[in-house]
């Protein structure tokens, strides 16, 4: 069943992208002037689109022929894939500190990944031309690649899918409610500004609400970067900045309780020195022969 | 030679100083010894290390050649000789299989309990932080370390003493041939895995590595028997295997396993055997212990994936788990080499320290503290002082840690710390002790201060001291793992202060591994395995040498302080150990002045009668008696022709064996070789055996049952001649004889043991009853 959903998912981001690609196609305005000049290759069937190209080709010395080089289609998604690389990484560069990624850049790694599994699956563009082996593997630098999974593992690590909802679409209620929760609290930091113990006292109340809601959340998995960077910076000014420190008011008893409890020992060892009684050995002679050596002496000590 | 003297003053350990005659003495002295000798022989002393007890006697290693035994072994086929040795594969994988499952239930009840406790604990110290009462959390800590140690300590003193401890040192006289009562028991096992859980969880300074060497031994010697006598339960297999010989052999393997599952070290499980025990090796043997290190150490790592929930992922090899060295991060440089060796006499002082701290320490107890509630509240009292030096280190230490990234510590405290920073003094001693060890070797520079350091490693000596001795089960491991890994980590710390580059030098891990190494090295003096299974635990080859040079600087410098901390409990003990070679200068004694003589013999055909009056006599309890051709009234010696143990007599007199019952016998069966089996090993008293005043009348022929060759010596045999003897065939007895090959006296165990290298040359050790 999950996995008939997710097919039925991954068809219809193929088939969103394809659509797009074909309006691309349709409006050439929007191209780079590259793609642009082999527009044509795109509308003639695969075969003479391989001799087309190979005399082009001729005429521009750093072009390659077509089938070795790449065709229409994949130039397109290649172009595709930069303008929305670029608009992701911008956003995460926007918002690395204090860190908001997970809240400001999920649309834009979305159309990333959607247009990334586009070029990797393996359905067959328009013209039965898949792009998979030309745009991804054809040379040992893999940048496509490795670019990708670099985003990618920045957005696991972040675990922006756990402040997110379940198709990544928009914050998740829980992120929601937090971040109200977190206002709260920094709206009652902003107001004692001034005073540090008063502002220790009267926000206390919203701040450990604040705490109690991070640990659940620590504990049901639905933290992410964002989160918890914002927790730990009002973490810091809580304890660092405002000095909201518990005091060390207990010296006194638990040194008493300390000294009793190492004293017990003392008490113990000196009276089982004084009371129990010492446990001794019994020596015992064992049998020998003298050492003088002849078997008289054997004898002679039982005649 | 002059300087070799004895001891002729049988009273305390003060006024022996100044008496002192030579050992090798005419007529004259020796007169005057034996006046002296009789004038003080219910003479009582205190304990002290310089005692051979009567309680232990050797095993029997020497195969008794009888005509039981050839007639068995003619009736058995080719085949049946094939069916034992693959019976011996099937026993060794059997005993890795339960030593694997053993350290498998230790590790996850240790993990749950302590989980349990720490976790009350913690919610505890958080409520009364905020609100106050941090002093009700102390005392709650210390009745709950308390309690589990109460419950472990009255199992262990009550129940079975000799489970105390970390069981390497009486697993160590086992496979050096002393028979210690009641330590390869099912009862002994119970009481050590179920001590070993109590007092791990109850926070004590001590490891759950050692008693797992013990636990192995101990369920080699019951699976190779097939059955348990404690139980009173026979499956009827492996009967071949009950007897000394084989039972020893297994419980090499068995020890060899126990480690290799404590540690995840199977070639360093093999080289313990054979560096503490085993003189009797060859190839085979080594490579069926092998087998069954392999098969524990993968039975635990089975089990604990799938108790970890990813069963097949084949990750934890061992209870320890000192994590992964990176092989990037961990490399030494050839100008770190002398720092390392410094660190290894750094580590054989301060090993050598808390061995004479504990030595005294065993004393007083010896001495004091026999009784067993007393042990049990002793015990108690450790481990509420426990807790509360612990607690008051952390409430009174201000070093506070920001969070790891991936929140390695488990029970992390906050305290008085800024939110979001934890104890870091919290991590050493709110802990259970190997999880401590992994953090020192693995948290980033920077995670201690120097400070937190020092004072824990200085309060963690003193606890560890404290505890080892104690009547409860618990091994010395990682305690000293511990403490060398703070100070090591410490050293570094220092080090990449002083030089102030930040080069190879800044990575404190490394030398925390080194300072564990040569602490452990200063304290159990063990060399080749000890490095083997470091190196395995650590899974970094790279540091082999670096560990070598250590452990060998820790012993060196150790050695001349003290012995290792195993060598002097066995010595505390009082058992008669061989080591591997007799005291140097002592080729000057004879086996004339080494026997004991005269020897009580029997006749080939000798009187019932007799024979239970002999085994009788409490004051005596000799166990081997050399049969001769025939002795005159007048005590005069006879010809050796054999020699019977005690444990035979028994047998024979259990089944009635006499002549005059010969005829009448004929109708019953012959007795085989399985009936002394059956015995075996706890051979009953004599004192159950019962025999009728016309039985005592009759006669008893030994010539079927005795051992007809046995080994004997002439009289001028030298004392390193007799003691190699003893020592590379494993024997019991060994028989003077005279040139007329008449029997003069007998060595015994107790009679090589008792010399040994003091201060002023070769001493001799008493006997005594304890």
Redesign the interface.
């Known amino acids: 069943m999950d996995l008939l959903t997710k097919c039925t998912f991954v068809m219809a981001c193929w088939a969103v992208t394809f659509i797009t690609v074909a309006e691309c196609s349709i409006y050439p305005s929007e191209m780079s002037g590259d793609s642009a000049r082999k527009l044509p290759s795109a509308v003639v069937p695969v075969s003479q689109a391989s001799t087309l190209g190979s005399f082009y080709s001729l005429s521009l010395s750093s072009t390659f022929p077509e089938d070795l080089g790449m065709n229409e289609y994949c130039i397109e998604l290649l172009r595709i894939y930069r303008q929305r690389y670029v608009t992701y990484a911008n956003c995460l560069v926007t918002y690395a500190r204090p860190v908001k990624v997970c809240q400001n850049c999920y649309t834009g790694f979305n159309s990333l990944e959607d247009i990334y599994k586009n070029i990797s699956s393996d359905q067959p563009g328009p013209g039965n031309v898949g792009c998979h082996d030309s745009l991804m593997r054809s040379d040992r630098l893999m940048l496509l690649y490795a670019l990708f999974s670099k985003l990618d593992e920045i957005w696991t690590s972040a675990e922006c899918k756990q402040c997110l909802t379940e198709d990544q679409e928009a914050l998740s209620n829980d992120t929601v409610y937090f971040m109200a929760t977190l206002n709260q609290s920094l709206a009652c930091f902003e107001q004692y500004q001034r005073n540090h113990t008063e502002l220790c006292k009267d926000c206390k109340a919203s701040y450990k609400r604040l ?1 109690e809601l991070y640990g659940r959340m620590d504990k049901n998995q639905t933290l992410c970067i964002d989160l918890e960077d914002a ?2 910076i009002t ?2 000014l ?3 900045n405002f000095s909201c ?6 010296t006194v ?6 000294s009793f ?2 004293f ?2 003392i008490i ?2 000196l009276s ?2 004084l009371h ?1 009684e ?16 002849s ?1 008289m002496n ?2 002679d ?2 005649s | 030679m002059a300087n070799i003297s004895k001891k002729v003053s049988w009273s305390g350990r003060g006024d022996d100083r100044g008496e002192r005659t030579p050992l090798l003495n005419g007529a004259e002295d020796g007169k005057y010894n034996r006046h002296d000798i009789v004038r003080s022989r219910l003479k009582e002393i205190p304990h002290n290390a310089k005692l051979l007890s009567l309680k232990y006697e050797s095993l029997d290693y020497d195969n008794s050649e009888n005509q039981l035994f050839l007639e068995e072994e003619r009736r058995m086929s080719h085949m049946g000789f094939r069916c034992l040795e693959t019976r011996r594969w099937v026993i060794c994988g059997l005993i890795g299989f339960l030593t694997g499952l053993i350290a498998c239930l230790i590790d996850i009840a240790v993990e749950k309990l302590a989980g349990y406790k720490y976790s009350a604990v913690k919610q505890n110290i958080e409520k009364f932080t905020e609100f106050g009462g941090l002093s009700i959390s102390l005392i709650l800590w210390a009745v709950l370390n308390s309690a589990f140690v109460m419950v472990g300590a009255i199992a262990v003193a009550f129940f079975e003493p000799i489970a105390a401890g970390s069981g390497i040192p009486q697993i160590k006289c086992y496979l050096n041939g002393v028979k210690i009562p009641r330590v390869v028991r099912l009862k002994t096992l119970a009481i050590k895995v179920f001590g070993v859980i109590c007092s791990v969880a109850g926070g004590l300074a001590v490891g759950k590595e050692g008693p797992m060497i013990h636990s192995g031994a101990v369920v080699a010697a019951g699976v190779s028997q097939g059955r348990s006598t404690s139980l009173k339960k026979d499956f009827k297999i492996f009967e071949y295997f009950r007897r000394d010989t084989e039972k020893r052999d297994f419980v090499s393997a068995g020890a060899a396993a126990g480690v290799s599952a404590a540690f995840g070290a199977p070639v360093g499980g093999v080289l313990f055997s054979l560096e503490e025990g085993a003189s009797f090796w060859n190839q085979m043997l080594t490579w069926r212990i092998f087998f069954a290190s392999m098969i524990s150490t993968f039975t635990l790592n089975f089990f604990l994936s799938i108790y970890h929930g990813k069963p097949g992922e084949l990750s934890s090899p061992g209870l320890i788990n000192f994590g992964r060295f990176d092989s990037d991060s961990v490399q030494y440089n050839l100008y770190e080499i002398p720092l390392f060796i410094i660190m290894g006499a750094l580590g054989g002082v301060l090993g050598a320290l808390f061995n004479v701290i504990n030595y005294w320490l065993t004393i007083f107890r010896i001495r004091y503290i026999h009784r067993p509630c007393l042990q049990v509240m002793e015990a108690m009292l450790v481990a509420a002082v426990t807790a509360t030096i612990s607690f008051a280190m952390i409430y009174f230490s201000n070093d506070c840690q920001p969070l790891g990234q991936d929140n390695t510590e488990e029970y992390s405290l906050q305290l008085f710390c800024a939110d979001g920073e934890y104890n870091s003094m919290a991590t050493a001693f709110f802990n259970t002790p190997e999880r401590s060890v992994r953090s020192l070797f693995h948290n980033p520079p920077g995670s201690y201060n120097p400070l937190t350091l020092g004072v824990f490693t200085l309060a963690y000596f003193v606890l560890a001291v404290w505890t080892y001795g104690l009547t409860v089960s618990a091994g010395v491991f990682i305690p000293s793992l511990l403490i060398g890994a703070a100070w090591g980590r410490l050293f570094g710390i220092l080090l990449s202060t002083i030089t102030s580059s930040q080069s190879i030098w800044a990575d404190p891990g490394k030398y925390a591994l080194i300072g564990a190494a040569a602490q452990l090295g200063g304290i159990v003096r063990m060399t080749l395995s000890l490095t083997v299974i470091l190196v395995e635990a650590t899974g970094s080859v790279t540091y082999g040498f670096p560990i070598m040079l250590v452990l060998m600087t820790a012993k060196i410098v150790g050695d001349y302080f003290i012995e290792g901390l195993y060598d002097v409990h066995i010595k505390l003990q009082s058992v008669p150990f061989l080591h591997w070679e007799a005291p140097p200068t002592s080729h000057w004694l004879t086996a004339r002045e080494v026997m004991s003589s005269p020897v009580t013999c029997f006749n080939r055909v000798e009187k019932v009668g007799r024979i239970v009056d002999v085994l009788s006599n409490t004051s005596t309890n000799h166990n081997g008696f050399p049969v001769v051709a025939h002795t005159t009234e007048n005590d005069e010696p006879g010809k050796i022709c054999g020699l019977i143990l005690r444990s035979q007599l028994i047998v024979l007199l259990k089944h009635k064996v006499f002549v005059e019952r010969a005829s009448s016998r004929l109708s019953h069966r012959k007795l085989q070789l399985k009936d002394f089996r059956d015995a075996y090993p706890r051979f009953p008293p004599i004192q159950s055996i019962h025999v009728s005043q016309d039985e005592r009348e009759c006669m008893m022929d030994l010539t079927e049952f005795m051992n007809p060759t046995p080994y004997t010596v002439p009289q001028e045999t030298s004392l390193p001649r007799v003691f190699k003897l003893f020592r590379a065939l494993g024997l019991r007895h060994l028989v003077v004889v005279d040139n007329e090959n008449r029997v003069v006296g007998l060595v015994t165990r107790k009679d090589l043991a008792r010399y040994h290298l003091g201060k002023d040359g070769l001493e001799e050790l008493h006997l005594a009853q304890t």
């Not at chain 1, 420190?245 to 207990?250: A, G, Y």
């Not at chain 1, 008893?253 to 300390?258: C, H, K, L």
């Open positions: 705490k927790m730990n973490q810091q809580w304890s660092k420190l518990l005091p060390r008011e207990e008893p638990v040194i008493a309780v300390s409890m190492l017990l020992p113990f060892y089982s020195f129990s010492q446990k001794k050995r019994k020596l015992i002679h064992p049998k020998r022969a003298k050492s003088n050596n078997l054997i004898q000590k039982f």
